[in-house]
């Protein structure tokens, strides 16, 4: 088991940056992979950006080269770092941790936090 815990949501007005923290505990956090995937209301739950255990990423296209997503292993933490937010980045952002054969598909994730709301404002 493990169990994840995000942080560092908030308001942003567009063109800014927001951190977000994901907080591990439990099983051994370096045997799994990271997703970060984010919610908007109506919306069903996209993948954003995704890192290994060798620390290899993967992001999706719309924020590529605005976002940064990373882990430090030894303190059993992931980063996304989010720059030049817009608008459309509003969603409930979630960190998840398993072993995926698919990186982009939630449901092959095993773990899940429980989110925290960015919003940008235009």
């Known amino acids: 088991q493990v169990q994840l815990v995000e942080s560092g949501g908030g308001l942003v007005q567009a063109g800014g940056s927001l951190r977000l923290s994901c907080a591990a505990s439990?099983?051994?956090?370096?045997?799994?992979?990271i997703g970060w995937f984010r919610q908007a209301p109506g919306k069903g739950r996209e993948f954003v950006a995704g890192?290994?255990?060798?620390?290899?990423?993967l992001y999706t296209d719309s924020v590529k080269g605005r976002f940064t997503v990373s882990r430090d292993n030894a303190k059993t933490m992931a980063y996304l770092q989010m720059t030049i937010l817009k608008p459309e980045d509003t969603a409930v952002y979630y960190c998840a941790a398993g072993f995926p054969l698919r990186a982009t598909m939630a449901s092959d994730y095993n773990y899940w936090g429980q989110g925290t709301q960015v919003t940008v404002s235009s």
């Open positions: 439990g099983e051994t956090f370096t045997r799994y992979y």
């Open positions: 890192v290994s255990r060798s620390e290899n990423t």
